[in-house]
């Protein structure tokens, strides 16, 4: 069976980088196990498969190449643009259910944004020295008086700080201890950032997520959210706006953009959206067993 797999870059630049997401419409024929096996076939970080729903505007299941996940930030902005721009969504407002519940989105200047829940904090104290010795770094590598942190918005990110661009470009991590981390915690995986020279953006980082197939990825909108979070409360940025810049030390580069709205009440972070740009980069046919 030949599957048609749209692609669109979210999180561009001025109509440039991103990252890529498959996404495949009416797919309400389609069982869990089918749908893994077009997303294995299409290969992308993330593919999107979009359904019907009695509790939202539609339905959306996320599977990267080798396992599906709750939520993928990338996948949902590529999706809902799309949707926005053929006039499926006629109204600024629009909803997604997933198999952790329904998520808000809205449409601001042009641009998708997606809900996601407030933060939780967990200090993996225990496996500091197993943490760095994954990234191939030592404490000294790291941002001053700063630690690893395991943020949750919806899916789980490891959060680590490191000094500067120098740092962060010449990370070569090792895959299975990162998997090995990963699974103990429930990450979808590693968001190492530092704080860049552009003063464009307030933190550009990485994301590496082997334990989900994925050696890194050019946007990670549900890891902005974990990491701008994690400025606001353990950075102190007492701000409500973030933009975090990812995928400049990819090999080739993709350089994203992903614009974090925090909402604040006495101090605490209640909940965020984060958003951006897409634009539709191609087409896609994979050939499964049926």
Known sequence: MTINVQVINAFSIDGQ????????????QFSPQTKQAIATAAGFPETAFVSSST??????????PTKQIPHCGHATIATFSYLK???????????????????SIFFKDGLAFMEQKAPT???PSADFEKILASLNLSSNDLLPELMPMVVNTGNSFLIVPVKNETVLAAIRYNKEMVSQVSEKYGLIGYYVYTHPALQAFDATARMFGPFYGIDEEAATGMAAGPLAAYLYKEEKLLKEHFAIEQGRFMHPASPSRIQVDLT????????????GDSYVSGEKKVEIAW
């Open 85 to 103: 721009s053929m006039g499926k969504i006629k109204s600024n407002r629009s909803s997604k259910e997933t198999i952790d519940g329904c998520r």
């Open 17 to 28: 980088g991103g990252n890529p997401a498959g996404v495949v419409f009416d797919a309400d």
């Open 121 to 123: 904090f967990l200090n």
């Open 55 to 64: 509790v939202a505007d539609f339905k959306l299941d996320f599977f990267t």
């Open 264 to 275: 604040i009440a006495g101090g605490e972070i209640t909940g965020l959206f984060a958003g």
